[in-house]
């Protein structure tokens, strides 16, 4: 197993508001290999955006209080200078945000956007920058790319755009990129484009990849690690399989309970998750998924550490249960025997 390229641990994130403290991100750690694809998933409101983005330094401002370490080689991530962060930005850790028509600037052509990155990190002159940039649009699959090159962003279809913001990220050749839900609002044709695109990418440049998505089938098709998030705390991590066919959080259950199955009879609907998510100014005491919980006992009330409770290497999870009683819970929950859940 290699060294990691990104080692995060113990991050915090709180956010001073008018109405409180916000615990946006509490005590999150994971590590990213060299060429590993790692998944985020959780409903809206887990901490998966305010994570990358404080990777990213963009989090940073007077009503903001970060602590912990993100290390990317030789630079803490949290500390570094805004100008050791402008180094970083683009040259080795670049981000793909959620929504490709709000990043671009409305007003600048497209290729003059990626020929400003370029020439914002490089010494090299205008027009080698527009050539470059052109032919990143084209390893992005944008057709005509030098005609496209001196569009503006409206003119763009929801994918071109999408496209356009890969090959931006993509132009300093970063050894991580962060892609924030790439494939919203995109039909499923386009979405099929783009995943390939980043697995290319992947596959070809070594590039190790942090994908932020609610969209499982997302995971299932281009993850080799997966953290689920809730309520700002990482609540399982592990490989795909450990979390598709061995989940250990009762969460993770209802995310992956909440898919239609192909291998199974339809259901008359689908299975959710009751309740809503906490409100992070006060969060619950104890495990934060609780008060959703069905399987809630007395030991619920204290805060269960990221531990491997399974027995598999490298498969963590946040949750008081023991292997055997989530093993005859879930089985109980597909219907095919009932056990009673463990007392307080």
Excluded at 112 to 119: A, F, G, P, S, Y
Excluded at 281 to 300: A, I, S, T, V, Y
Excluded at 338 to 343: D, N, Q, S, V
Aim: aromatic content about 4%; hydrophobic content about 40%; some cysteine.
């Amino acid at each position: 197993m290699s060294a990691p390229l990104l080692s995060v641990r113990d991050l915090k994130v709180d956010f001073r508001t008018e109405d409180g403290v916000v615990h946006a991100v509490d005590n999150v750690s994971f590590d990213v290999a060299p060429g590993e694809v790692v998944a985020v998933v959780g409903e809206s409101g887990s901490g998966k955006s305010v994570t990358a983005m404080t990777l990213m330094g963009l989090t940073r401002s007077p009503n903001a209080e970060i602590s912990g370490q993100a290390t990317l080689g030789d630079i803490d991530l949290i500390r570094a200078s805004d100008e050791q962060m402008r180094s970083v930005r683009a040259e080795r850790l670049a981000m793909i945000f959620q929504d490709p028509m709000t990043s671009l600037n409305p007003v600048y052509r497209v290729g003059d956007q990626i020929v400003e990155v370029l020439r914002a990190h490089r010494e090299i002159e205008k027009e080698e920058a527009h050539d470059r940039a052109v032919e990143l649009l084209r390893l992005v699959g944008i057709p005509a790319p030098a005609e496209r090159a001196r569009a503006y962003p409206h003119e763009f279809s929801g994918g071109m755009r999408q496209r356009a913001m890969i090959a931006m990220a993509l132009a300093l050749e970063p050894e991580i990129l962060i892609a924030d839900e790439p494939t919203t609002a995109l039909d499923v044709t386009i979405q099929a484009q783009i995943l390939r695109l980043l697995k290319k990418f992947n596959e070809e440049r070594d590039l190790a990849v942090i994908l932020i998505t609610h969209d499982l089938g997302v995971v299932a098709d281009i993850a080799d690690r997966v953290l689920v998030m809730y309520g700002g705390r990482v609540i399982e991590n592990g490989t795909l399989d450990q979390i598709f066919y061995d989940p250990q959080h009762p969460y993770t259950w209802g995310l992956l309970g909440s898919v239609m199955r192909l291998d199974r009879p339809r259901a008359a609907r689908l299975a959710q998750i009751k309740g809503q998510p906490p409100s992070l100014l006060n969060p619950p005491q104890g495990c934060h998924f609780r008060p959703r919980c069905p399987h809630e006992f007395g030991k619920c009330q204290e805060v269960p550490g990221l531990e491997a409770r399974s027995g598999e290497s490298g498969h963590l999870d946040r949750c008081w249960l023991n292997p055997e009683q989530k093993r005859n819970l879930r089985v109980m929950e597909s219907g095919e025997i009932g056990l009673e859940a463990p007392a307080a």
